[in-house]
């Protein structure tokens, strides 16, 4: 999305004439600019690293450094090359014009001012660079906008057409009478597959809108008091089919009547692909705990399993917002990695974070934190 740029233009001025500066100061400020002068090169790099103007006015003939020797110190710096520089001079001659264009100058002022001329030359260059700023930030979008997109396909493409061929599939053996409705075994392993296959389609697809909305910026957080202890037993209840199928016992140890202050639908969406992904890595049989802590004005979230653990290398790759990592569940779930992307996203936007413990063969805790509700929010 391109910002429309209003705030007034910023210039700074460099000249060993006192004199100088203080016109410059009022012929720029009546003509609704701010200004900053100086006579001391030193100095003006600290104003130059404290704000970066829109353009720079410079003295050509200076006691202690030449106008041309600070411009090329300037340019030395990456950040601020793109800065338009005009130089300040008594007489120009085709040789100093020269030199001041070699050295990264726009163009000429002479002295002693004239107004119109001056501000006409200002108001010329800072158009052209906040113009080509501007397309700059346009290009970016778009490309981010394109990146999204084909990341969207890639994942529609592969990882949403994987269950709903496999749920096609286990519907065509039905209908042929090679799966045969009357078999003991069709409630427990047929229906139980296209549930769970479902389930999976329609995670992904929460998972990927939720994800788009928000890289996109077309998602709007709004906090409000949420009890953290409800929340988990919806997760539970929402998730229960994967953790029956499992044996998995589910524990809630959230203390009664902790409350947050969060978006709701991002707090169950960071839960529910959570919970998911501990179901999906604890054996038949494991545990799941999701317990609750209280530190000073924070209310720290762990959702702890007993399954595979994840290795260190692996927990850097889960957690890096541009890979696309993903691995097979205990009982070779799929999955795309793409709803921890999300958390992660989503935890940032409530003032959190998501974090990782794990150690390989003994289990991993997933953790973040959220700001405790007070009366006063």
Not at 48 to 69: A, C, Q, W, Y
Not at 71 to 87: A, G, L, M, N, T
Not at 159 to 173: I, V, W
Not at 347 to 355: D, I, P, S, V
């Amino acid at each position: 999305m391109v910002h429309q740029v209003t705030e007034k233009p910023y210039i700074l001025a460099v000249d060993d004439e006192q004199l100088n500066l203080e016109l410059l100061r009022f012929i720029l400020e009546r003509n609704n600019y701010e200004y900053q002068g100086t006579s001391d090169d030193d100095y003006f790099f600290e104003l130059l690293e404290d704000r970066k103007p829109d353009l720079i006015l410079l003295d050509v003939i200076m006691p202690r450094i030449e106008g041309f020797e600070l411009c090329q110190k300037i340019k030395e710096f990456k950040q601020y090359r793109d800065i338009p520089i005009i130089f300040l001079t008594g007489k120009v001659n085709v040789k100093d014009k020269v030199k001041g264009f070699e050295v990264g100058g726009v163009d000429y002022v002479t002295k002693p001012f004239n107004e119109q001329e001056l501000v006409a030359r200002i108001h010329t260059h800072v158009a052209l660079v906040r113009a080509k700023n501007q397309i700059e930030e346009q290009a970016q979008n778009l490309k981010q906008s394109n990146d999204l997109k084909d990341r969207m396909f890639s994942i529609i493409g592969h990882d949403l057409r994987s269950p709903l061929s496999a749920a096609k599939l286990k519907m065509d053996f039905i209908m042929r009478g090679i799966i045969d409705p009357k078999d003991d075994k069709f409630l427990d392993e047929t229906v139980f597959d296209l549930l769970k296959t479902m389930d999976e389609a329609l995670n992904l697809l929460q998972n990927l809108l939720g994800w788009a909305k928000s890289e996109s910026d077309q998602i709007q957080m709004i906090p409000e008091k949420l009890n953290l202890t409800d929340l988990v037993e919806q997760t539970f209840r929402l998730l229960k089919l994967g953790s029956d199928h499992k044996r998995i016992e589910m524990q809630n140890n959230v203390p009664e009547g902790a409350l947050a202050f969060a978006d709701n639908n991002m707090i169950k969406t960071v839960l529910r692909n959570i919970v998911s992904n501990a179901i999906k890595f604890t054996p038949v049989e494991g545990m799941i705990k999701i317990n609750g802590k209280l530190k000073k004005d924070r209310l720290v979230i762990e959702i702890e399993d007993n399954g595979n653990g994840i290795p260190k290398e692996d927990i850097k790759k889960i957690l890096n917002p541009n890979e696309h990592f993903s691995k097979l569940g205990t009982e070779k779930e799929p999955g795309t990695g793409l709803g921890l992307i999300l958390c992660q996203n989503f935890m940032e936007r409530n003032g959190g974070a998501l974090k990782i413990r794990s150690e390989v063969g003994k289990g991993s805790t997933f953790y973040f934190d959220l700001p405790l509700y007070s009366d006063k929010d």
